[in-house]
């Protein structure tokens, strides 16, 4: 792609309409595409299995995902080279790698067992509130993450649930990696029947018809776009199947006037990995007016210090941008709204250098003063799959709590809603942050904004984000259901129907 970027397009629009290519060392591997029996036979294996694996005791499913954490990091530079083969840039092809690393290990698995057992003991009864296994999962992660995203399939089948896997056509190696090299020995070494799981690569839109349409399948977890996201949703529930949406983000980060200015212009950073294509990056940020010009200058130069390279140096950071007329078009209304360019603003070839038919596009930083005005510039208040960062810079009232007050309601007014994070040193900003805002999945102080913080959810949101059951999404919860159990002692039913407290005295004739 870097090299020439027009036979590499060349060669995805051939293989897009079923051509072929003769291997060689511009092909990272192969695999079968999947049609509709095959699509049809996957649901039928995994329908047939679900019974068996949900009997399996919870502890034994719980191995798997210790197994597959230990298997992994013995296996994690293998790993991380088959995510920058697809293309990923090392410094994001780490951050993925730990991810899974991170939301697999020991302190996770406790986590995720307190949330699927709970247990009471009175002295008439025993009590639980477990959850159970939905049933057929079928899942299909996002082309820009596939191999990371895919991995939340581990807790699903640790859950009892079986899987119906979608590795996508564009990026199926990482995902295959995953479930054929570790995952299905791991299963096997446990005992799993034929059929827990199921890997196809096949159309999206293909894929998801047959989930919906199929009494097979129990729960789809869907990764994409908010306008599709929330469609499939609604056809989903139409169908009596439970949606799981992953969709968009448009996340916010606040400097606020005590935060450690060099470490949030860094957080700052993080909206560049992957050249802003990635939905976990804070895609804008709001700094507090008296420290917006330092805050700025510093971003500016850590900013320009980011420059493209091939995904397999040290430093990279930046992806090839392949469509970039949502990027100038934003960049244009942005400028004649108001807002200054601060860094960027161009595309780049390889060097760095200026290049209208360059693969990157320089990481470009925006200054848009005013919350109101902001409220009104879409590069601020929609997704964006590019590197801009628009910072936001409010009138000062005079008046820190009213400020904070208006930083909160911006936050609040986000149609999205996956993370927000904050910098900041006063506890009382901190804990107004942590309790006033409920707009997303996942709040973070003082730390980075994309990095993964298990056992808490790496995944879920509020808004368009999630759709309208949104929330942060811990795959262990979200494809299973709550029950309750009550085993009793065995007394009189009659004196026992009055549960916990004693029967009624008796009232007078």
């Given at each position: ?17 079923g051509g072929e290519l003769q291997p060689d060392d511009k092909v990272l591997s192969r695999c079968a595409m999947a049609g509709p029996d095959q699509l049809r036979a996957a649901a039928e294996a995994a329908h047939s299995a679900k019974p068996a694996w949900a009997a399996v005791p919870l502890e034994r499913r719980l191995e798997l995902i ?89 807790p699903v089948l640790a859950a009892g649930n079986t899987l119906v896997l979608r590795a996508p056509q564009g990026c199926p190696t990482g995902t295959h990696f995953l479930y054929r090299e570790l995952v299905a020995p791991l299963l096997d070494e446990l005992g799993a029947p034929p059929g827990t799981l199921n890997i196809v690569t096949a ?307």
């Amino acid at each position: 792609m870097l090299d020439d970027v027009l036979t590499a397009v060349s060669m995805k629009r051939r293989l897009d309409k079923g051509g072929e290519l003769q291997p060689d060392d511009k092909v990272l591997s192969r695999c079968a595409m999947a049609g509709p029996d095959q699509l049809r036979a996957a649901a039928e294996a995994a329908h047939s299995a679900k019974p068996a694996w949900a009997a399996v005791p919870l502890e034994r499913r719980l191995e798997l995902i210790g197994r597959f954490h230990r298997e992994l990091d013995r296996r994690i530079d293998e790993f991380t080279a088959l995510l920058i083969a697809e293309g990923h840039p090392r410094r994001f092809a780490d951050i993925e790698a730990m991810s899974i690393l991170d939301s697999t290990g020991p302190e996770a698995v406790d986590f995720y067992r307190r949330q699927l057992v709970q247990e009471i003991e009175t002295p008439q009864r025993r009590l639980a509130m477990v959850r159970k296994p939905d049933g057929v999962v079928g899942l299909t992660p996002p082309q820009n993450a596939a191999t990371t995203n895919s991995a939340v399939g581990v807790p699903v089948l640790a859950a009892g649930n079986t899987l119906v896997l979608r590795a996508p056509q564009g990026c199926p190696t990482g995902t295959h990696f995953l479930y054929r090299e570790l995952v299905a020995p791991l299963l096997d070494e446990l005992g799993a029947p034929p059929g827990t799981l199921n890997i196809v690569t096949a159309p999206t839109a293909l894929t998801l018809r047959h989930w919906i349409d199929s009494p097979l399948v129990d729960d789809i977890f869907y990764f994409g776009d908010s306008t599709r996201g929330i469609a499939i949703g609604q056809e989903c529930v139409a169908a009596g199947t439970k949606p799981i949406l992953e969709l968009a983000g448009n996340d916010g980060l606040v400097v606020w006037r005590d935060a450690d200015l060099t470490h949030a212009a860094r957080a700052l950073t993080e909206s560049f990995i992957g050249s802003g294509q990635v939905c976990l990056v804070p895609k804008f940020g709001i700094v507090h007016p008296a420290v917006a010009d330092e805050l700025l200058e510093r971003l500016r130069a850590e900013v320009e210090r980011i420059r493209p390279s091939r995904p397999e140096d040290e430093t990279a950071w930046l992806s090839p941008v392949m469509k970039s007329d949502n990027y100038f078009e934003f960049l244009r209304e942005a400028v004649e709204s108001g807002a200054q360019v601060l860094t960027g603003g161009h595309r780049c070839d390889l060097d760095g250098d200026p290049d209208e038919a360059g693969s990157f596009i320089a990481p470009t930083v925006l200054r848009v003063d005013g919350l109101e005005h902001a409220d009104g510039v879409r590069a601020v208040r929609e997704e964006t799959f590019f590197p801009m960062l628009p910072v936001v810079v409010p009138e000062d009232p005079g008046d820190d709590e009213k400020l904070f007050s208006s930083v909160l309601d911006f936050l609040g007014a986000n149609r999205y809603g996956l993370r927000n994070s904050l910098w900041a040193r006063d506890p009382h900003i901190i804990d107004r942050f942590c309790s006033e805002l409920s707009v997303g999945g996942l709040l973070k102080v003082n730390d980075s904004h994309i990095g993964t913080v298990a056992p808490l959810p790496a995944h879920g949101g509020t808004g368009l984000s999630g759709g309208p059951f949104g929330e942060s999404n811990l795959p262990v919860v979200s494809t299973t259901h709550l029950q309750g159990i009550s085993v009793a002692n065995g007394d009189d039913p009659r004196e026992s129907a009055y549960g916990l407290r004693q029967r009624p005295a008796t009232r007078p004739a």
